[in-house]
């Protein structure tokens, strides 16, 4: 397998690349609890990203963008975080830089929900002025791969919460060394079903943790990869068979 990691190739390995279309994986630098890394939702996003390219041809791997928007997480030591204007624009202008190099198709894995609002507003925006640009975006793994995966697989909420049972299962998956499961520990908030009330974190949660970490495997983050990487694959294989155009149903 050649190097599809834009950090690491040289400018004759990028021309002889062939890249058509590129990955850009969006993490965050905050708490994740006291047994996961700050840099969790970057690792998760940067695992899939090169797994992917692995198995596409023509797709270049972006540099992994560390920090998000992560106001919301600013209770709990640390966080470095942008604001949803400064993510849009950062997110703007490597839109603009691609398309300017030619290169028009974007997948974008995004690692926190905090990004979501500004990839979502920068990626409509600049299409609105550059419909030749194409842009894709997993904007929120978790529940993707709580889908993908066959009911009852997850113990409590779903798998879903920040540090909670999924993200922990993949952090163990991907960089076990990183892990202290030791001091797993979170809380499940009852929310109502309907309706977002825009809580702080640390109204949810005293840990900085929701979802059950504890019930945590690397056999659970191993197939959430496992869903999630075929998933990525054969939608990119499918896009660029039908040139990233829309279809009938
Ligand atoms: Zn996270």
């Known amino acids: 397998m050649s190097e599809r990691r834009l950090l690491r190739l040289t400018g004759r390995a990028f021309k002889d690349g062939e890249f058509d279309k590129a ?3 969006i993490g965050s630098t905050e708490y994740h609890g006291e047994h996961l890394p700050y840099g969790t939702d970057a690792l998760v996003a940067e695992a899939l990203a090169e797994a992917v390219a692995e198995r596409v041809d023509g797709l270049l791997v972006l540099p992994t963008l560390p920090y998000g928007m992560s106001r919301h997480y600013y209770h709990f030591p640390i966080a470095i975080s942008l ?4 993510l849009m624009l950062v997110l703007r202008e490597i839109f603009q830089s691609l398309s300017g190099h030619g290169i028009r198709r974007l997948l974008i ?3 926190h929900d905090g990004n979501i609002p500004a990839i979502d507003a920068a990626a409509r925006e600049f ?3 550059n419909p030749e640009m194409k842009i ?5 793994w978790w529940e993707t791969a ?8 997850f113990e409590g909420w779903g798998g879903l919460g920040h540090g909670g049972e999924g993200e922990t299962s993949m952090a163990l998956a991907i960089a076990p060394e990183l892990v202290e ?4 520990r979170g809380r499940i908030p009852k929310l109502p079903l309907h309706v977002q009330v825009k809580w702080r974190f640390e109204e949810l949660t005293p840990y900085g943790v929701t979802g059950d970490p504890t019930k945590a495997s690397t056999e659970k983050g191993r197939m959430m990869m496992k869903a999630l990487i075929e998933l990525l694959t054969s939608f990119i294989k499918e896009m660029d068979e039908r040139n990233w155009e829309i279809e009938d149903l």
């Open 83 to 86: 604001t949803t204007n400064t």
């Open 127 to 129: 299409r609105a002025d």
């Open 136 to 140: 894709a975006v997993l904007e929120a």
């Open 109 to 111: 894995i995004n690692g």
């Open 146 to 153: 709580a889908r993908l995966l066959p009911e009852g697989t």
């Open 181 to 184: 499961m030791e001091y797993a």
């Open 23 to 25: 990955v850009l994986p």
